[in-house]
């Protein structure tokens, strides 16, 4: 009897968290998370996000090659942070504009802004803040 008790509660328990699913964040490939309110992320391309603010780090990585012969060379960012206020069940997507070349992704790095796309239709730009940036304004809040 017990077990079943137990076992019905597990399955409540199962069946509710599928309900009451949390929102989500996916990213273009070239845009690496490493973190989501200063817990490590590694490897994953769909993040699972909880309601209210977020902080998410991302870094931008991409290999240009300017022809055939050439081996290419990394554009590389420092960390980049989006704060984002998640308040339900939406799907997030964060896409970079085109970058067809070294040149491009060093300007693009220069103002980071990216296209957020909330459950596949809504797009809006975003810029995506250094490190010294997210210090003043969180230094601002306070």
Same mark, same amino acid.
Do not use: C
């Given at each position: ?9 597990? =399955? ?8 009451? #699913? ?8 070239? =845009? ?9 992320? @590694? &490897? ?8 209210? @603010?977020?902080?998410? @780090?991302? /870094?931008?990585?991409?290999? &240009? ?5 050439? /081996?290419?060379?990394?554009?590389? /960012? #420092?960390?980049?942070? *989006? ?24 300007? &693009? =790095?220069?103002?980071?802004? *990216? ?6 239709? #809504? ?5 995506? *803040? ?6 003043? =304004? ?5």
């Amino acid at each position: 009897m017990n077990t079943k008790l137990t076992l019905s509660a597990a =399955l409540g328990l199962l069946l509710t968290s599928f309900a009451a #699913q949390s929102s989500s964040i996916t990213f273009h490939d070239d =845009l690496d998370v490493d973190s989501v309110n200063g817990v490590v992320i @590694e &490897f994953e391309r769909e993040v699972d996000l909880g309601t209210g @603010e977020q902080l998410i @780090e991302v /870094s931008y990585s991409d290999l &240009f090659q300017d022809n055939a012969d050439d /081996s290419g060379h990394w554009v590389k /960012s #420092q960390p980049l942070y *989006l704060k984002l206020d998640v308040s339900g069940n939406e799907k997030y997507h964060l896409e970079l504009p085109e970058l067809y070349s070294a040149d491009d992704a060093k300007d &693009f =790095l220069q103002n980071p802004v *990216l296209s957020l796309t909330i459950d596949g239709q #809504q797009h809006q730009d975003i810029t995506l *803040l250094s490190q010294s940036q997210l210090f003043t =304004l969180l230094l601002l809040n306070k």
